[in-house]
Structure formats: structure tokens, C-alpha cells
């Protein structure tokens, strides 16, 4: 059966058409496009993807708006179904707003905008998201965010190093992240939040200028763990 991924487009998406275009790389199947009003998903998904941007102006809070859409209602029910939800960025930010992770992001410390790439090192694996990596090897993979610095109060990040649901970890200080955390899980593994972005690291150094093909170890692992499951 053909793989079936919808991406998430909320009003000042920005990277939505990115997160379409490497998942249609990597996969060889176009992205079914959502909106934000939509009542409902498309039926028999195997991922949903929230993209990066600034949802609904991130006027209120960063994600906050995007959390109370009605498209979210359904992204909510389809993770509580077990269907995997991925979040970059604006995405990782309306996934702790609509209460599938833990924690919030906050603005940068020095309140700087941080755009480059960084590295970062793989901490949790037990997902299949993590599947295309192994534990404690460094990528590198861009980041682009005001509101990146991840903050959870002192148990919650006990509990999710103690569960293995950090998934990545920036490996220099980068925007002021409670134990640099870049990317967390949920407790099944089947939701991953992570600030950098993925999908503008799918091609050879040589092609583009932000280059390395780590992020497109993400998708290219999680369709593996996908067809072995």
C-alpha cells in the first residue's frame, strides 16, 4: 500500500511546501496537503507532518492560535489512535500547545534569531522516527527560530531523559534549551518535536547551500521502520 502523509498548512506556514516536497523525494508519493480548517484528515494516514512558519502570526504565543484549529481536534484523535505526527519547528511549538508534548518553547536566549547549521547529537532511538540513526552520533541539520529555547519544569525533563524521549540534543549551546534539548518524544515514540529542520537537509552538501543529507535520515528511516513493521 502506497505511503500516505498529510502536511499540515495553518495560515504563515512557510515551510510547508518544503516539508511536501523532501517527503515526496524520499518517499517517491506526494504529500496529501491539510488546511487548518479542515474538520477532518484524510483517511488511512501514515504520518502527519506540521511544518514550520508562524502559524496564525504566533500573535498570541507561538502555536497557541494553530493548537485550537480545527484540524488539530483531528491531529489530537489520530495521535491518541497511534498515527505518527511529526513537528519542526512551528510545528515542534503547536505540539506542546495542543498538549501531545510536554514542555513549551520560549524566545531565544539573548532574544536573537538563531538561523544556521548546527549539530546536534541522537539521544533517544527507541522511535521510528530515530530509526534512520544511531544513539550518540552527531548530524548536522539547520535551525531558523526566535522561539526556540525548550523549557520544562525540572521532573518532566527527569522523566524524559529517564524514558529515553530526548530525541536530539544540541551538541553547542544554540538558543538557551533547558539540557540543550532540540527534539523531544512522546511516551509511544510516535510523536517527535524537534526544532531544527529536517527537510532542508535532504540533499548532498554540493546541491544546496544549507546541504548534508541527515535530515533526509529521518524520513528514509521512518519509511524503513515502516515497511518491517
Not at 474538520?39 to 496564525?56: N, Q, T
Not at 509511544?188 to 552538501?205: K, Q, S, T, W
Not at 544549507?210 to 528511516?221: M, N, P, V, Y
Request: charged content about 20%; hydrophobic content about 45%; glycine content about 12%.
Amino acid at each position: 500500500m502506497a505511503f500516505r502523509a498529510a502536511v499540515i498548512t495553518f495560515p504563515g506556514s512557510n515551510c510547508d511546501r518544503d516539508m511536501a516536497t523532501a517527503l515526496e523525494a524520499v518517499s517517491g508519493v506526494p504529500a496529501i496537503r491539510a488546511w487548518h480548517g479542515d474538520a477532518e484528515l484524510p483517511e488511512r494516514l501514515d504520518l502527519i507532518a506540521l511544518p514550520g512558519g508562524f502559524s496564525y502570526g504566533d500573535y498570541l504565543r507561538s502555536g497557541a492560535m494553530a493548537a485550537t484549529s480545527p484540524i488539530m481536534r483531528a491531529v489530537v484523535a489520530a495521535a491518541e489512535r497511534g498515527v505518527p505526527v511529526l513537528g519542526v519547528c512551528n510545528g515542534f511549538q503547536v505540539l506542546t500547545e495542543a498538549r501531545l508534548l510536554p514542555g513549551a518553547l520560549l524566545r531565544n536566549a539573548g532574544q536573537r534569531f538563531v538561523c544556521k547549521t548546527v549539530a546536534l547529537t541522537v539521544e533517544g532511538t527507541a522511535s521510528p522516527f530515530m530509526a534512520g540513526y544511531t544513539a550518540g552520533e552527531t548530524i548536522r541539520i539547520p535551525v531558523a527560530h526566535h522561539d526556540g529555547n525548550y523549557f520544562a519544569d525540572a521532573d518532566t525533563l527527569d522523566r524524559l531523559e529517564g524514558e529515553g524521549r530526548v530525541a536530539f540534543r544540541y551538541a553547542e549551546a544554540c538558543n538557551g534549551s533547558a539540557r540543550d534539548i532540540a527534539g523531544v518524544l512522546s511516551a509511544n515514540g510516535r510523536v517527535l518535536g524537534m526544532m531544527p529542520h529536517p527537510e532542508r537537509a535532504i540533499e548532498p552538501a554540493a546541491v544546496t547551500a544549507l546541504g548534508g543529507e541527515d535530515g533526509r535520515r529521518l524520513f528514509a528511516g521512518f519509511l524503513e521502520s515502516l515497511a518491517t513493521a
